[in-house]
């Protein structure tokens, strides 16, 4: 007889009511054992006039990263392997991200290449990119690893073992307007955020994480509003499970989006009550693990390969960036922030070269800058 799953996921998208198309995209794969790992992940494409084709951008971006992080989590097979976990970290800080930028950057092109649109004449490719426009976010989860990333705007929320509400990939900066990075811009990888956390205790793995686009939290007038709502969303799982709240979610996302104007998504993982953590660890409750960090962005690695990784901004350095202006008609309100990244006790070598820009320079970037 086979173990229950120990997460329960769920996932759910409603199309804003200002909008004429859904330009978001989830996706939920794996239980999150070491051979089937739970990975989340969400897209937000940018959906006004100036990105006609974001919708596209956002379904490649979610595929994109759900096969990059399958392979991501196949190198956790190395750890019986001195530096292993180094290793690993690197790559989630810097291989993940280039790659992810550059595997959806040649997508996006070759979209185009087999159906250009006959009014629409870009002469270079970065105009191209920009009719892509996406955010991302995107979390693995295995019995020892928590790894999440994000390009762009949209909710990473962690609710701990104590019930305390975090968002460990707010930027410290909140964005203004309807400004966001994004996947078409030059350089793009370098925008990406990582957070990166052992769990070396499965009690300790946090017990609800949930992806949203920020058509959710803009539609909350405070940072506390959005706080609030994830603390009792996490209450009402405690008590009743996926199944007694998966038939209340639609309703509560669609209030959301009548409030934003703009589509929101939700995508979220429980850790199942009184059932093995993963692969037969045990449950209970715990607080934010002390090695949890956000990485900041290196030199990247090969070409290929859907990830994140935190931003320059991050250590308060400039960014060098582009920004897109997601022109989605309603000022986004910061979400609850988190009071930035925890100090990590991982002692793995940092193993981060100097940044100099994408490994192929064939590859082209939007180098376009809006303000609202």
Same mark, same amino acid.
């Given at each position: 007889?086979? +173990?229950?799953?120990?997460?329960?996921?769920?996932?759910?998208?409603?199309?804003?009511?200002?909008?004429?198309?859904?330009?978001?995209?989830?996706?939920?794969?794996?239980?999150?054992?070491?051979?089937?790992?739970?990975?989340?992940?969400?897209?937000?494409?940018?959906?006004?006039?100036?990105?006609?084709?974001?919708?596209?951008?956002?379904?490649?971006?979610?595929?994109?990263?759900?096969?990059?992080?399958?392979?991501?989590?196949?190198?956790?097979?190395?750890?019986?392997?001195?530096?292993?976990?180094?290793?690993?970290?690197?790559?989630?800080?810097?291989?993940? /991200? =280039?790659?992810?930028?550059?595997?959806?950057?040649?997508? @996006?092109?070759?979209?185009?290449?087999?159906?250009? #649109?006959?009014?629409?004449?870009?002469?270079? /490719?970065?105009?191209?990119?920009?009719?892509?426009?996406?955010?991302?976010?995107?979390?693995?989860?295995?019995?020892?690893?928590?790894?999440?990333?994000?390009?762009?705007?949209?909710?990473?929320?962690?609710?701990?073992?104590?019930?305390?509400?975090?968002?460990?990939?707010?930027?410290?900066?909140?964005?203004?307007?309807?400004?966001? !990075?994004?996947?078409?811009?030059?350089?793009?990888?370098?925008?990406?955020? @990582?957070?990166?956390?052992?769990?070396?205790?499965?009690?300790?793995?946090?017990?609800?994480?949930?992806?949203? #686009?920020?058509?959710?939290?803009?539609?909350?007038?405070?940072?506390?509003?959005?706080?609030?709502? !994830?603390?009792?969303?996490?209450?009402?799982?405690?008590?009743?499970?996926?199944?007694?709240?998966?038939?209340?979610?639609?309703?509560?996302?669609? =209030? +959301?989006?009548?409030?934003?104007?703009?589509?929101?998504?939700?995508?979220?993982?429980?850790?199942?009550?009184?059932?093995?953590?993963?692969?037969?660890?045990?449950?209970?409750?715990?607080?934010?693990?002390?090695?949890?960090?956000?990485?900041?962005?290196?030199?990247?690695? =090969?070409?290929?390969?859907?990830?994140?990784?935190?931003? +320059?901004?991050?250590?308060?350095?400039?960014? =060098?960036?582009?920004?897109?202006?997601?022109?989605?008609?309603?000022?986004?309100?910061?979400?609850?922030?988190?009071?930035? +990244?925890?100090?990590?006790?991982?002692?793995?070598?940092?193993?981060?070269?100097?940044?100099?820009?994408?490994?192929? /320079?064939?590859?082209?970037?939007?180098?376009?800058?809006?303000?609202?």
């Amino acid at each position: 007889m086979s +173990a229950p799953p120990a997460w329960e996921t769920f996932h759910e998208s409603i199309q804003g009511v200002n909008k004429a198309r859904n330009q978001d995209r989830c996706l939920v794969q794996g239980t999150g054992t070491a051979r089937d790992p739970l990975i989340l992940t969400v897209a937000d494409g940018h959906g006004s006039a100036s990105y006609p084709r974001s919708h596209v951008g956002a379904h490649y971006a979610t595929d994109l990263f759900a096969n990059r992080a399958r392979e991501f989590v196949t190198s956790v097979a190395d750890r019986d392997r001195a530096g292993w976990r180094g290793r690993l970290r690197d790559y989630a800080r810097i291989g993940l /991200p =280039e790659r992810l930028v550059r595997d959806w950057q040649g997508e @996006v092109l070759r979209h185009w290449e087999r159906d250009p #649109t006959p009014d629409e004449d870009p002469k270079s /490719p970065g105009p191209i990119l920009r009719l892509y426009g996406s955010t991302l976010i995107g979390a693995v989860l295995t019995p020892d690893l928590f790894v999440a990333w994000q390009l762009g705007d949209g909710e990473l929320t962690v609710v701990d073992g104590d019930g305390e509400v975090r968002l460990p990939l707010a930027p410290v900066r909140a964005e203004l307007g309807d400004e966001t !990075a994004s996947l078409c811009m030059r350089n793009a990888w370098r925008s990406v955020r @990582v957070h990166w956390e052992p769990l070396p205790d499965p009690a300790r793995a946090p017990r609800l994480v949930a992806l949203s #686009t920020d058509g959710l939290s803009k539609s909350f007038v405070s940072d506390e509003g959005f706080t609030e709502f !994830a603390a009792g969303l996490h209450r009402r799982l405690t008590e009743r499970g996926v199944p007694g709240v998966s038939g209340d979610i639609p309703g509560w996302l669609a =209030e +959301a989006s009548r409030h934003s104007g703009d589509d929101t998504t939700l995508v979220l993982a429980r850790r199942a009550d009184g059932r093995p953590a993963v692969d037969g660890a045990s449950d209970g409750a715990s607080a934010a693990p002390a090695d949890a960090k956000v990485e900041a962005a290196g030199e990247p690695a =090969e070409p290929k390969e859907e990830s994140a990784e935190a931003s +320059a901004d991050v250590r308060g350095e400039s960014s =060098e960036a582009s920004q897109a202006t997601r022109g989605e008609g309603t000022e986004a309100s910061p979400a609850t922030r988190g009071e930035g +990244a925890d100090e990590s006790r991982d002692d793995a070598a940092e193993g981060q070269g100097p940044g100099s820009g994408p490994a192929d /320079p064939r590859i082209p970037y939007c180098e376009e800058r809006e303000r609202p």
